[in-house]
Nanobody
């Protein structure tokens, strides 16, 4: 199971850190990702990593501003979001699958989803 948290309201230019706690164990090839969905839009890929290391991926829209990381001891994946702008306003979801995939940006590749956490960026 995945439990996302850390959303809130922040002014443009500010930062937030989202957390996704993974219960039930992890494996070195496990893939964890963040997606987001703005009102009236489809769910889009944000960032992904391979739990055992060596694989990181970002959407072009967040490169240089967002960073995905993990804490093995806490079984938690983080999404550090800096330089936020109103276009980043969305519900953010964490997602997982047993094996890393080259199609990490596709929602259909993931078997497990967290409940979503709302991020609102005010101008």
């Amino acid at each position: 199971q995945l439990q996302a948290s850390g959303g809130g309201v922040v002014q443009a230019g500010g930062s937030l850190r989202l957390s996704c706690e993974v219960s039930g164990g992890t494996f070195s090839d496990y893939a964890l990702a963040w997606f987001r969905q703005a009102p009236g839009k489809g769910r889009e890929f944000v960032a992904a990593l391979r739990w055992g290391g060596g694989r990181y991926a970002y959407a072009d829209s967040v490169k240089g501003r967002f960073a995905i990381s993990r804490d093995n001891a806490k079984n938690t994946v983080y999404l550090q979001m800096n330089s936020l702008n109103p276009e980043d306003t969305s519900v953010y979801y964490c997602a997982g699958r047993i094996r890393w995939t080259v199609n990490y940006g596709s929602t259909s590749e993931y078997d497990y989803w967290g409940q979503g956490t709302l991020v609102t960026v005010s101008s």
